[in-house]
């Protein structure tokens, strides 16, 4: 199976400044039909998760543009700019790439 | 309005059964790949199963295989998770979600049924 792993696992944030998850991949993503199923899942206090971004990078509707991904291969990263109260939560990585689809462990943001 | 909505879980002892529905609206759920996953209590997410349109596709992880049937009614829009030989480590919350979801379609999840195994 793939592994995701994520860093930090905890991330204290200052409202109005920039917050970055890493997640790493144990094999390439690149699936046989050239895309990267690589997405960003945040899950906020008592809520069922929400995706944020899939494909890398294409941020899905009505997420605020605050939250952009990049990476390519086995490394990606989640920038958070201008942290929100709102943004407190637990995000993860998801890989679409191999069966079993696979998660990160989790990156607990919160606002210090 | 997208609803997914689950239902089903409970308390079972060890070595028991239960049987999760999920019903969809507002949506074509017959155009769609499903899935379920869960979250133990306090723990990260773990995709367990996924379904094609058709069900010519069914694919488990490895620690329910044997154990757990995904199944779906297009005509009820509704989605199932037969789960047998129920253990400790089968406690979670389960969630119906578009299998779309890691691939770029769209991602829609339920809220949620609560299944705890416990003599």
């Known amino acids: 199976d793939v592994v995701m792993t994520q860093s930090p696992l905890s991330l204290p944030a200052a409202l109005g400044q920039s917050a970055s998850i890493s997640c790493r991949s144990s094999q390439s993503l690149v699936h046989r039909d050239g895309q990267i199923y690589l997405s960003w899942l945040q899950q906020r206090p008592g809520q069922s998760p929400r995706r944020l971004i899939c494909k890398v990078s294409n941020r899905d509707s009505g997420v605020p543009d605050r939250f952009s991904g990049s990476g390519s291969g086995t490394d990606f990263t989640l920038n958070i700019s201008r942290v929100e109260a709102e943004d407190v939560g637990v995000y993860y990585c998801l890989q679409g790439t191999h069966w079993p689809w696979t998660f990160g462990q989790g990156t607990k943001v919160e606002i210090k | 309005e997208v609803q997914l909505v689950e239902s089903g879980g409970g308390l079972v002892q060890p070595g028991g059964s239960l049987r999760l529905s999920c019903v969809a609206s507002g949506f074509s759920f017959r155009n769609y790949g499903m899935s379920w996953v869960r979250q133990a209590p306090g723990k990260g997410l773990e995709w367990v199963a996924h379904?094609?349109?058709?069900?010519?596709?069914?694919w488990y992880v490895d620690s329910v295989k044997g154990r757990f049937t995904i199944s779906r009614d297009n005509a009820k829009n509704s989605l199932y998770l037969q789960v047998n030989t129920l253990r400790g480590e089968d406690t979670a919350v389960y969630y119906c979600?578009?299998?779309?979801?890691?691939?770029?379609?769209?991602?829609?999840w339920g809220q949620g049924t609560l299944v705890t195994v416990s003599p």
């Open positions: 979600a578009t299998s779309g979801t890691v691939r770029g379609d769209k991602a829609y």
């Open positions: 379904i094609n349109q058709d069900q010519s596709d069914r």
